[in-house]
């Protein structure tokens, strides 16, 4: 039972590379989303989609791109690192969090970035 | 705009005591979900609960229990009789669209023996 699996779960990167986070679930679930946390902001979305090929911004999707080719995998791209996206990224999956179904969102284990 | 407010950025209790958490919103949708997650100092984020905008019962599972006032607009939780495992960041979240969730900034609850 895999669930969400993120990798890496620690990088460093120096200002100006890029770096691909990686995020898969094997629950076939078609709502997936990105978050950064940092201290005392809480958690703030990204990006996210609603299924393969569909993506959409959330609050703070300046520096990070995102495509959806499958079902399962939903990775994020930093295309320039800045020290301001030094953070700690969760990647989320779900069925939908609304409807009858007693559905909640399922969380990776994070990715603690940092960008010196 | 949605947003949820947690006002308490850090409560410190001994433990046996009880403590209550804070969670207010703002939304313009008429149907709407709400959780709390745990995040324990490794890390993950536990699902607590979730209760949809038409269940005001309040509910209780052991010693947490959730008081929801939509008249208010809060969504508090309460620990009985705290443990030191109860020690984490406690965030409360309102579904966006049903897809996303918007967070609270979290409370980070201490549990001292």
């Known amino acids: 039972n895999a669930g969400v699996t993120q990798t890496p779960k620690f990088q460093v990167l120096k200002t100006g590379q890029s770096m691909t986070l990686q995020c898969a679930q094997d629950m076939n679930h078609e709502y997936m989303s990105w978050y950064r946390q940092d201290p005392g902001m809480g958690l703030r979305l990204i990006h996210y989609?609603?299924?393969?090929?569909?993506?959409d911004q959330g609050e703070v999707p300046n520096g990070y791109n995102v495509s959806r080719s499958t079902t399962e995998d939903f990775p994020l791209r930093l295309l320039s690192a800045a020290p301001s996206q030094t953070s700690v990224y969760f990647c989320?999956?779900?069925?939908?969090?609304?409807?009858?179904?007693?559905?909640?969102?399922?969380f990776g284990q994070g990715t603690r970035l940092t960008v010196v | 705009a949605q947003k949820v407010t947690q006002a308490q950025t850090e409560i410190s209790v001994v433990e046996k005591e009880d403590v209550t958490l804070d969670c207010v919103y703002e939304?313009?949708?008429?149907?709407?979900?709400l959780f709390w997650y745990k995040q324990p100092p490794s890390g993950e984020l536990v699902f607590l609960i979730r209760r949809n905008s038409f269940d005001e019962q309040n509910e209780i599972s052991g010693r947490y229990s959730w008081n929801f006032q939509k008249s208010t607009s809060s969504f508090n939780f309460t620990i009985t009789a705290s443990q030191v495992v109860d020690s984490a960041v406690y965030f409360c979240a309102l579904t966006w669209g049903y897809s996303t969730l918007t967070f609270g900034k979290g409370t980070m609850l201490l549990v001292s023996p």
């Open positions: 989320a999956s779900s069925y939908g969090l609304g409807g009858v179904q007693n559905t909640e969102a399922f």
């Open positions: 989609s609603v299924g393969a090929g569909i993506t």
């Open positions: 939304t313009r949708d008429t149907t709407y979900y």
